[in-house]
């Protein structure tokens, strides 16, 4: 594969970064050695992974331990390479980068599922970004590769994998602000997730790409004209929304192509910001602009550091399309977001502003200390990553900006943790608002607070969107209310249990509160209820598993209380039934459907009456398996091969009113000898009679037969089973 490590040196030499080539050349050696004798699932040998990795890297112009530990970044999860020899070798800077993308493996982290795994490796990836933001850029560029060759992998492999795609990197790719591998991966992800959707929409661009280009050319042609008669010549450049823009659009929120302002879109790169706004007044004189179609994110940038100047227009054709207008500074950080850092050094400058850039981490992993597992860091990250933000005002003029969707409780937070936790109420442009409105672009909120000290409502953590406010919210109940807490968890708690009919007393009932305890981190039991007091544990994550463990603990016990119930005397079943896993068990009949040799049967394990037998489809035994606790005292059954056994089965019969029906319907059973129990007649109200005999049977053959001659008998209409 040295082929393509001459594709990465070409890529090193010809970029303007001074490379360290013989420690490059070094760590790629260690990784081909170790990864020698690996193949990926195309066939290839897996040493072009890591070196497809660096070459992204070296695209978004990284450093030289940045590159190492992508060539790396495999060997110590899947080869016997350590971190202490990574770290003697190549130092501890790269040797910090590795351990950051390696996942977490089973021998270190025993957890029971795999979405706990996930959530681990994740929680772990975020740690290290933290300390070192390269190694999220190492792992985008990881899963980028990984996508490109997705191809190879089964079709679950690729859904899993587009779905975490889409639900963790492509937001945080967003968030780092590195424009090209997060619409990549999400044009990648929605081939997998949605193939129809996708290749519709590729279809339609493919059909228009001619006239898609010349409109292009146009556009910039009449721009650079115009422009150049102020003095002004900027850079032009054109581009075609993501497949996933449009997707989002058309798809999710019911948009035809046509409608669809920014499918086409040019960009006007100059040095100065005062040329932008100079730009923007020639542009709407030049093109009709649309109304309500400008953003300024100069003045009020992105929470990733975006920013131009956006409007749309409309040419003479009346073709819509968007004009993003920046400055080269701008340029850079919308193209490579924070590996401008890296690329260009006017991209971000200043530890102070790196910082800044970085916050977003710290606030997360702050608000994972509460998270329980994979589904809450999955949905917290989706919602405080968005890709859709508002920018709401305060009545000073300061912005802030929140999630799409965030509510009043979510600004309030954002403002200053000391004004949620006061607030009393809110106006949006001067008007009353509830704490649960959704707050919009552009609008001035005022946030109500009281004088005293106060204190956040429970429900509140129903109503905030933000992981930083729910966040805010419970370390207030944690350090404020704790005796309160405690009681009101417990509480919760026990009327949950009760609630599931789920009850423990004295040992058992400790042993399953010290087991919750170790299960969720706590120091004490008291500590436990306090956390459900104050919303750090959610009883709806806690219940399912304790309602598993309860109902196998029942299983349990009533399978050994129906050994207890075995006649000692008895070597054989003399019922005709089976049931599997229980020996010479008492069985009996359930009365409501009556079930017969040849019914798919199901077996009820009773308290101190041995087993139940009902028909598969009976009604009662429907029920009764869809509930959650009642479920686990069904077991498996099955006919004897040879049943003698009689047994009871019932009759409707409708037939005409006449003096001679019953006795013909007697003298046909008595012709058949079969025993009758029961005789039960009444008149219906058309004039028929409908008659209920209760007979002995020896199974669902002897059943049909009977069933055949009595509907025979003159005047009989229908004869049927009861209770079938």
Not at 256 to 277: G, H, K, M, P
Not at 511 to 519: E, F, G, I
Not at 663 to 681: G, K, Q, W, Y
Not at 686 to 701: A, H, K, P, R, Y
Request: charged fraction near 30%; aromatic fraction near 8%.
């Amino acid at each position: 594969m040295a082929e393509k490590y001459e594709d990465l040196l070409a890529a090193i030499r010809q970029s303007d970064k001074n490379y360290d080539e013989e420690k490059i050349r070094q760590a790629y050696l260690m990784a081909d050695e170790a990864h020698k004798n690996q193949l990926r699932r195309s066939g290839e040998p897996y040493i072009i992974h890591p070196v497809a990795v660096a070459l992204i890297l070296v695209e978004l112009g990284m450093d030289t331990d940045c590159l190492c530990a992508a060539l790396l970044h495999d060997v110590v999860e899947d080869t016997g390479t350590t971190l202490e020899t990574i770290s003697k070798k190549f130092g501890e800077s790269v040797a910090n980068m590795v351990n950051g993308v390696t996942k977490l493996t089973k021998l270190e982290l025993p957890l029971s599922t795999k979405e706990e795994q996930q959530s681990e490796n994740v929680r772990k990836m975020l740690l290290a970004m933290s300390e070192d933001i390269r190694v999220i850029i190492i792992k985008l560029a990881d899963r980028l590769h990984n996508m490109r060759t997705m191809e190879y992998q089964t079709p679950k492999k690729q859904r899993e994998k587009s779905l975490e795609t889409m639900e963790i990197y492509a937001p945080i790719a967003h968030r780092l602000g590195i424009r090209a591998i997060k619409e990549e991966l999400e044009d990648l992800a929605l081939r997998y997730l949605d193939p129809i959707g996708y290749k519709e929409i590729e279809d339609t661009l493919a059909l228009k790409k001619p006239e898609r280009e010349a409109f292009i050319v146009e556009i910039k042609a009449r721009i650079a004209e115009r422009l150049k008669e102020y003095g002004i010549e900027p850079h032009i450049e054109g581009r075609v929304k993501s497949i996933y823009g449009i997707y989002r659009k058309v798809y999710m929120m019911g948009k035809s192509f046509e409608e669809l302002y920014d499918v086409y879109a040019v960009r006007v790169i100059v040095n100065t910001v005062i040329e932008c706004y100079n730009i923007l007044g020639i542009i709407h004189d030049l093109f009709q602009p649309i109304p309500n179609r400008f953003k300024d994110y100069i003045s009020t940038p992105k929470p990733n550091m975006y920013q131009s100047l956006h409007t749309t227009v409309i040419d003479k054709k009346g073709i819509p399309f968007e004009i993003q207008i920046r400055t080269w500074d701008m340029h850079y950080t919308a193209e490579f977001g924070i590996a401008a850092h890296w690329k260009y050094k006017a991209g971000i400058q200043g530890k102070d502003k790196l910082e800044e850039r970085l916050a977003w981490i710290r606030q997360i992993l702050e608000s994972q200390q509460e998270a329980e597992g994979a589904e809450d860091l999955v949905k917290n990250i989706k919602n405080d990553l968005s890709a859709d933000d508002v920018f709401v005002f305060t009545p000073k003029g300061d912005v802030k900006s929140l999630p799409a969707g965030s509510t009043i409780v979510d600004f309030a937070y954002a403002i200053h943790t000391a004004v949620g936790n006061r607030m009393t109420g809110a106006k949006v442009d001067g008007r009353i608002v509830p704490l649960d409105y959704q707050v919009k672009t552009g609008e001035i909120v005022e946030i109500l607070t009281s004088k005293t000290e106060g204190g956040p409502n429970r429900n509140w953590l129903t109503i905030a969107k933000t992981s930083e406010a729910r966040n805010k919210i419970r370390t207030w109940f944690k350090k404020e209310r704790k005796e309160e807490n405690i009681a009101e968890g417990k509480a919760e708690f026990e009327r949950e249990l009760k609630r599931s009919y789920i009850h423990y007393e004295g040992e058992e009932y400790q042993a399953l509160l010290d087991s919750l305890v170790k299960r969720y981190h706590r120091e004490n039991v008291d500590d436990f209820f306090a956390a459900i007091g104050y919303g750090g544990i959610l009883l709806s994550k806690v219940m399912p598993r304790i309602k598993d463990d309860y109902a196998r603990q029942q299983k349990a016990a009533l399978m050994a209380q129906a050994e207890l119930d075995v006649k000692p005397t008895a070597k054989k079943n003399s019922s005709g039934v089976i049931v599997e896993g229980i020996n010479n068990c008492l069985v009996k009949f359930a009365q409501c459907c009556n079930p017969l040799p040849g019914d798919d049967i199901v077996g009820f394990i009773t308290r101190g009456y041995g087993v139940s037998v009902h028909k598969r489809d009976c009604q009662n035994a429907v029920a009764s398996m869809n509930d959650p606790i009642q479920k686990e005292r069904w077991v498996a059954v099955r006919w004897a091969e040879s049943a003698s056994t009689q047994f009871r089965s019932t009759l409707d019969i409708v037939a005409k009113n006449s003096n001679s029906m019953l006795a013909d319907i007697s003298v046909a059973l008595a012709n058949m000898r079969v025993p009758t129990h029961e005789f039960n007649a009444r008149e219906l109200k058309n004039g028929n009679i409908n008659v209920l005999v209760t007979i002995s049977t020896q199974g669902l053959e002897h059943l049909s037969n009977i069933i055949q001659r009595i509907s025979k008998v003159p005047g009989v209409l229908s004869v049927e089973r009861s209770g079938k």
